[in-house]
């Protein structure tokens, strides 16, 4: 895309988008594993069980900070052979009060991108997860107020981006998702006829990865969310 356009419709991802959210997750988990400290497995194994079990959860139950502790409290039960004790469901809540309880931290530079993308755009925001934990971090990000709607569910799927595009009414030539998540932004956008713009996040979760098509030219990789700015 050589020359801006202006009066697009750039839909945004929220978390890992405009504010960090993986890379805590990724900290807490890395405070379990060493808490936990098997005597047969080592960090990488128990880490692929903690895949599987979210992997699972996710599916069941959705997304969140309880369904990620539920996920915590499983792993450890498998791995002790027996249900996870009063005293150690209570560990991994402290493990991860933080995350919980934690303030929004914005990625560099969102606040004004959008500031600046929205005099001439049309912005929606689209995320995924537990309704009352995501708007709170909406409410606590102060960027609510550059989208025209806000649309919270539970997963991210070709019927959902579908949806979304016959309620809004719109154009999907101009129609760009924004996300870090190939498997919940890109792919399924570009299945509905959208384009897209990815912005990898350096501490991908491993239930999000998924192959891009490189040679699709309606998928625009950046570097930073700045950088939305010489393109939109």
């Given at each position: 895309?050589?020359?801006?356009?202006?009066?697009?419709?750039?839909?945004?991802?929220?978390?890992?988008?405009?504010?960090?959210?993986?890379?805590?997750?990724?900290?807490?988990?890395?405070?379990?594993?060493?808490?936990?400290?098997?005597?047969?497995?080592?960090h990488g194994e128990i880490?692929?069980?903690?895949?599987?079990?979210?992997?699972?959860?996710?599916?069941?139950?959705?997304?969140?900070?309880?369904?990620?502790?539920?996920?915590?409290?499983?792993?450890?039960?498998?791995?002790?052979e027996r249900p996870a004790?009063?005293?150690?469901?209570?560990?991994?809540?402290?493990?991860?009060?933080?995350?919980?309880?934690?303030?929004?931290?914005?990625?560099?530079?969102?606040?004004?991108?959008?500031?600046?993308?929205?005099?001439?755009?049309?912005?929606?925001?689209?995320?995924?997860?537990?309704?009352?934990?995501?708007?709170?971090?909406?409410?606590?990000?102060?960027?609510?107020?550059?989208?025209?709607?806000?649309?919270?569910?539970?997963?991210?799927?070709?019927?959902?981006?579908?949806?979304?595009?016959?309620?809004?009414?719109?154009?999907?030539?101009?129609?760009?998702?924004?996300?870090?998540?190939?498997?919940?932004?890109i792919l399924p956008a570009?299945?509905?006829?959208?384009?897209?713009?990815?912005?990898?996040?350096?501490?991908?979760?491993?239930?999000?990865?998924?192959?891009?098509?490189?040679?699709?030219?309606?998928?625009?990789?950046?570097?930073?969310?700045?950088?939305?700015?010489?393109?939109?």
């Amino acid at each position: 895309m050589s020359d801006r356009r202006d009066g697009q419709v750039l839909i945004f991802d929220a978390d890992d988008t405009l504010w960090e959210n993986n890379a805590l997750f990724e900290r807490v988990i890395d405070d379990f594993l060493e808490w936990v400290a098997h005597p047969t497995l080592d960090h990488g194994e128990i880490r692929l069980i903690l895949n599987d079990i979210e992997r699972a959860n996710v599916v069941t139950h959705g997304y969140g900070s309880a369904i990620f502790l539920r996920s915590l409290a499983d792993c450890l039960s498998r791995l002790r052979e027996r249900p996870a004790t009063e005293a150690e469901r209570q560990r991994i809540e402290e493990l991860a009060v933080a995350l919980v309880q934690r303030r929004v931290e914005l990625v560099p530079g969102v606040a004004d991108t959008l500031a600046e993308l929205g005099r001439r755009h049309r912005l929606l925001l689209l995320t995924k997860g537990d309704t009352e934990e995501q708007q709170r971090k909406i409410d606590a990000s102060g960027l609510g107020h550059h989208f025209g709607s806000t649309h919270i569910v539970p997963e991210k799927d070709v019927a959902v981006y579908r949806h979304l595009a016959t309620e809004q009414g719109l154009d999907l030539s101009i129609t760009w998702m924004i996300g870090n998540s190939p498997k919940s932004d890109i792919l399924p956008a570009r299945s509905a006829g959208m384009n897209a713009v990815y912005i990898p996040d350096p501490y991908p979760w491993a239930l999000e990865r998924a192959e891009i098509d490189p040679a699709d030219k309606l998928v625009l990789t950046l570097s930073t969310f700045p950088e939305l700015l010489l393109h939109f």
